[in-house]
């Protein structure tokens, strides 16, 4: 006797076609919501880099801003158009800082200026210090102004 073979019924092989039709829907899914993933985790580690840089570029500003406005009142002029370079931030004892503080500079400007106080009707004579900080390609990352007053004698 001859084993007996089956023959697949036309329904079996609609069914094999809608089921390889099922996967090859569901891969297709399944890859758009990886591809989707993948690009949200590279945006926000872009932007965590990028609040980072900004963080660095904030207290590098204010770091030199709080110096200048040590300095007794007659050399304040003197820190017009001051610049370092890009890697030649330096602590208060001149030791180069590492890290970070190498991608940035930073730069000086001290403008003579009046600032009114109104209900006073008084006027007070001083300087305005602006400190940016900027990156390699000249992107400005933060910039703080300050008005420091003349002292009265």
């Known amino acids: 006797m001859r084993p007996r073979t089956s023959i697949p019924s036309p ?6 076609g809608i089921a390889l039709l099922e996967v090859m829907i569901a891969v297709g899914i399944l890859t758009f919501a990886v591809a989707s993933i993948t690009s949200a985790i590279v945006a926000g580690q872009q932007q965590a880099m990028e609040a980072r840089e900004k963080i660095v570029g904030s207290v ?7 110096q ?6 007659e050399t304040i002029d003197s820190w017009h158009g001051y610049v370092e370079d890009i890697g030649t931030i330096t602590d208060p004892t001149g030791a180069p800082l590492l890290g970070d503080w190498n991608e940035i500079g930073r730069k000086v400007t001290v403008i003579a200026d009046e ?15 602006t400190v940016s900080s900027f ?10 102004d300050r008005f420091v007053p003349e002292p009265q004698s």
């Open 11 to 16: 329904q079996t092989t609609v069914r094999r």
């Open 135 to 144: 990156t390699q390609d000249g992107r400005v990352l933060a910039t703080i």
């Open 115 to 129: 600032v009114q106080v109104a209900p006073l009707e008084v006027f007070i004579v001083g300087r305005t210090v």
């Open 68 to 73: 200048i406005t040590q300095v007794p009142w």
């Open 60 to 66: 590098a500003a204010e770091s030199l801003l709080s």
